[in-house]
């Protein structure tokens, strides 16, 4: 089969791989129906994250289940199914306690297993996914085919967005602003509306992805940056700042634009992979500022989110601006990397 593959900053390459092939009766072999870019690729696209070696890249997938192992019970062959960015057994201590990005025994794709046993990326033809009962989630049926690109949002930033609104204590009435413009951004965006937030600035310079973020529900755009964008948001914000602000970015920037936005007692929900950031602990304790976040579990998150999407309620795929055949995906690394694409997706 063919697979992505990233040797060295700048340099993806789709590249023929071996077929998987079930290595335990608790796996499951899916063919992929598509699949996507995300933001966080581009750490290691950028050189902003090292590796020695080429590695199997790409974590969002949904497709269809060709085989299960002889161990699997809540899905089968020919189910349409969802797989949240990383790989969890659904049974430990942590899962149960919805952290499955903490799994005891869980993993990411495009390594290996605890035995050593290859774990292929979402951006190929095909994925072995591993203690499958506890990681994909499987529609109520086959889906219309303009819906993957929302059931696929599912897979990482839908569920990302959730979180970061989640942390920071969205709300009926809720006033919030969101720093980041990307795919999780949106998604903050589109949760903090679907959680009943009544005023929502989306920070964004960008007006494809303004268009975007009033699509999802921001009543108001401020696209300036610095400490005039802070004022002029805490100004919209009742003069005050924001109940709760999402940092969907990760850069030491975005951390103190969030927290110079949040009001007195407010909380910042952050959900951005950090680099370079630091935290004014001295200036959060005089606020009483509050932050929370970290790893979004989105497999915690899909079920809820996989009735609305399904009922209609929100449509996530909107974040999805170029659809790319898998051959080329290098394509759409530079769209992303060059900010022509909020997010590419990906068909085998």
């Known amino acids: 089969m063919k697979a992505t593959l990233i040797h060295q900053p700048g340099d993806v390459r789709l590249e023929d791989v071996p077929d998987p092939q079930l290595h335990a009766d608790t796996d499951a072999l899916v063919r992929v129906v598509a699949s996507c870019i995300c933001g966080s690729d581009l750490w290691p696209y950028r050189g902003a994250n090292t590796f020695d070696e080429p590695w199997r890249i790409g974590h969002e997938f949904v497709g269809v289940i060709e085989q299960v192992g002889a161990a699997v019970e809540t899905i089968g062959a020919g189910d349409f199914v969802i797989a949240p960015f990383v790989w969890s057994d659904g049974t430990c201590p942590m899962c149960q306690r919805g952290v499955q990005t903490s799994c005891d025994n869980g993993g990411g794709w495009g390594g290996e297993d605890a035995d050593g046993n290859p774990v292929d990326g979402g951006q190929g033809e095909w994925v072995r996914?591993?203690?499958?009962?506890?990681?994909?989630?499987?529609?109520?049926?086959?889906?219309?085919?303009?819906l993957v690109p929302s059931l696929l949002a599912l897979s990482d930033v839908m569920g990302t967005g959730h979180h970061a609104a989640v942390a920071a204590g969205v709300h009926e009435g809720s006033t919030v602003a969101v720093v980041g413009d990307g795919a999780v951004g949106l998604?903050?965006?589109?949760?903090?509306?679907?959680?009943?937030?009544?005023?929502?600035?989306?920070?964004?310079?960008?007006?494809?992805?303004?268009?975007?973020?009033?699509?999802?529900?921001?009543?108001?755009?401020?696209?300036?940056?610095?400490?005039a964008g802070v004022a002029q948001a805490r100004e919209i914000l009742d003069g005050i700042g924001a109940d709760s602000v999402l940092e969907c970015v990760g850069t030491g920037d975005a951390m103190t634009q969030a927290i110079d936005v949040t009001r007195d007692g407010g909380v910042v929900g952050y959900v951005g992979v950090p680099h370079g950031v630091e935290l004014p602990i001295r200036k959060m304790f005089g606020s009483n500022i509050g932050i929370n976040g970290g790893v979004a579990p989105v497999r915690a998150y899909l079920p809820e989110l996989l009735d609305d999407i399904w009922s209609g309620r929100i449509d996530p795929g909107a974040v999805f601006d170029a659809t790319l055949p898998l051959g080329q995906v290098a394509d759409g690394y530079t769209a992303m990397d060059e900010r022509r694409a909020i997010k590419v997706l990906l068909q085998p």
């Open 129 to 146: 996914v591993p203690m499958a009962d506890g990681t994909l989630v499987a529609t109520p049926s086959e889906p219309d085919p303009a």
């Open 187 to 227: 998604c903050g965006v589109l949760a903090a509306k679907r959680l009943g937030a009544r005023t929502i600035v989306a920070m964004s310079r960008h007006e494809p992805r303004q268009q975007v973020a009033k699509q999802f529900g921001a009543s108001h755009i401020v696209a300036e940056r610095g400490k």
